[in-house]
């Protein structure tokens, strides 16, 4: 019988990237308020998708494949999580403009079948350059909408692409997920 997949976050580019490679899944967001005291940006990472998947992994009955995931961003040892305020945005995009940094995606993904839980973390790096930002152009982006919701503060995906000069590494996992990566562990854990 197929395991029963529970995607455990709000992310509507988590969702487009697991529909993409053909999985059949349910979303199931976690409430909780994430957190983590982690200076490294792999292991908090991994620490926040891991609070994600294990708050829907204890919410659910019956055997189940949960993924649980966190993104952001890091530059020069500063990690940077989703902008507060449009102020917090524009000092992000210049402090990112015209140099490379580094995203982190931490995914955790817990196996119920019967008593005991298996529980898998990796962590997936991408390097990103930007090209430069005006100040104009960076109020122009915020005014898009697109950064409120992105760590970084910025969409790869979206309007942001005018500046992103150099990707190295998978481009999914910008976008919030590494599914080259995912597809192989779920293959491990033998649940596709
Ligand atoms: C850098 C970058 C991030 N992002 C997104 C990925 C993540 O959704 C978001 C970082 O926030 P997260 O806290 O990782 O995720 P989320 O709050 O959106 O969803 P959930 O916790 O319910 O799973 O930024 C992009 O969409 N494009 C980008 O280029």
Known sequence: MKTRIVLASASPRRRELLSQIGL?????PSQKEEASKAREPSELVTELSAQKAGDIASSIEGPALIIGADTVVCHNG??????????EAAGMLAFLQGDTHQVYTGV?????SGAKNREVHFTEMT???????DESEIREYIATGEPMDKAGAYGIQGFAARYIVAVRGDYSNVVGLPVARLYRELKKLDVL
Do not use: C, D, H
């Open 108 to 112: 955790t993904l817990i196996l119920k």
């Open 24 to 28: 059949t899944y349910e979303v199931l």
């Open 78 to 87: 500063q990690i940077l999580g989703k902008p507060r305020s449009e102020e």
């Open 127 to 133: 390097e990103v350059e930007f090209g430069p930002m």
